[in-house]
């Protein structure tokens, strides 16, 4: 075994587990599609006060303009395939056959070079990243991005690695089965609520969100979860009497008799408020 093998073996990040982006475009900027976002996350704007725990801005970034609109019955082709900082799908830099440039979500199973449409008419060759009305699409087909008017604002399965199933088509709408509707079966709560029910001109586009192995990932050291913007928890009774109700003494200390966070206020289902089971 070599010295680099054995590194790797005792390595504090035996455990890390990232996705590659390797194969990713990072080189191309379109200024009209860049937003500078100014964020002050966790803070008053004006003052400057903690009003969130744990959380601040982060590394700096910029905001990519998706869009949710599409240009229907044009054809559009996938130059690239991008990072959003903001989200966790990968984007899509499509450019339209009429000479339009824009960010759109990307769907796993598309290539780039490849032309894909957004249509309100009737198509026979139903692919992934094809986006149409939802009753072109057969019962059984798996579709993300949905809006449930016929106004094409896409606001449901938009997560990487989502994606909802069409499960039953009636006389106006049509049921499709949400991301959530695994946790529910498992929790045995009202499954009702993990179907949307949309109406039948409400448009979807065909396959899953990309970014597909984004819930496997272990960032493997606390210096990447401070790059995102999650500050380290710590707990109350370690903190000084400034930051924290419960901090403050010499060595360790009973706790209060009634827990209550940073703020002063009572935190309620504790052990002192037992939550009532129907």
């Known amino acids: 075994m070599s010295l680099i093998d054995n590194y790797v073996s005792i390595s504090s990040q035996r455990h890390l587990c990232l996705v590659n982006k390797r194969c990713l475009e990072n080189k191309l900027y379109f200024k009209n599609l860049y937003y500078k976002l100014y964020n002050s996350i966790g803070r008053c704007r004006n003052r400057s006060n903690i009003l969130t725990n744990h959380k601040f801005k982060g590394n700096k970034k910029m905001y ?21 900082p903001n989200r966790s799908s990968f984007i899509n830099l499509i450019f339209y056959k009429n000479g339009i440039y824009s960010y759109i979500l990307s769907t796993h199973g598309t290539f780039i070079g490849k032309k894909y449409i957004c249509t309100n008419k009737f198509i026979h060759d139903l692919e992934n990243g094809n986006r149409c009305f939802i009753f072109n699409m057969p019962l059984g087909s798996l579709v ?29 709408l049509i049921e499709i089965r949400l991301p959530s509707f695994r946790l529910k079966k498992k929790q045995k709560k009202n499954k009702l609520k993990s179907i949307l029910r949309c109406t039948m001109f409400s448009y979807g586009t065909l396959g899953r969100v990309s970014n597909i192995y984004n819930n496997q990932i272990i960032l493997g050291k606390a210096g990447r979860s401070f790059y995102l ?22 060595g360790k200390k009973s706790k209060k008799a009634t827990p209550v966070n940073a703020t002063g206020s009572i935190i309620k289902y504790s052990r002192r408020f037992k939550r009532k089971k129907n």
Do not use: C, W
């Open 144 to 172: 993300n991005n949905i809006s449930i008017h016929n106004k094409d604002n896409n606001k449901y399965i938009k997560a990487a690695g989502t994606f909802g199933g069409l499960i039953n088509r009636e006389e106006s």
């Open 229 to 250: 913007g999650r500050r380290p928890i710590v707990r109350g009774v370690v903190m000084n009497p400034v930051d924290h109700p419960h901090g403050g003494g010499e």
């Open 64 to 84: 990519r303009l998706v869009d949710s609109f599409f240009l229907k019955n044009i054809p559009f082709q996938i130059e690239s395939q991008e990072y959003d």
